[in-house]
């Protein structure tokens, strides 16, 4: 059984910064692709960014490129978010996904095994 635990998100102004992170236990983490995916109060859960089980191929949402980068180190198991120059559109509830033995990401939410219970991330006006 694979347990995810996100952590870092909170309350920040617009233009701010912040750092997800992605804690993973239960299996080997290094063989997984991992997303992450965001949630809004009343829409539909939408990808924000992926990266491979190397770390070596990331893929991101036309709405946070440029703004977001995804990084991993397998030897802590862990996958971040960083997010920069947040908007107000950024605010939902932020959750990672992994795709057990799969070495690309991908968007669509049905091809991942298990997922955290998300963070919320509220970007203020």
């Known amino acids: 059984q694979v347990q995810l635990v996100e952590s870092g998100g909170g309350l920040v102004q617009a233009g701010g910064s912040l750092r997800l992170s992605c804690v993973a236990s239960?299996?080997?983490?290094?063989?997984?692709?991992v997303g992450w995916f965001r949630q809004a109060p009343g829409k539909e859960r939408e990808f924000v960014a992926g990266i491979s089980s190397a770390g070596r191929s990331t893929r991101y949402a036309d709405s946070v490129k440029g703004r977001f980068t995804i990084s991993r180190d397998n030897s802590k198991s862990t996958v971040y978010l960083l997010m920069n120059s947040l908007k107000p559109e950024d605010t939902a509830v932020y959750f990672c996904?992994?795709?057990?033995?799969?070495?690309?990401?991908?968007?669509?939410?049905?091809?991942?095994?298990?997922w955290g219970q998300g963070t919320q991330v509220t970007v203020s006006t």
């Open positions: 239960g299996r080997t983490f290094s063989t997984d692709a």
């Open positions: 996904a992994v795709r057990l033995m799969a070495f690309e990401s991908n968007a669509v939410p049905t091809y991942y095994d298990w």
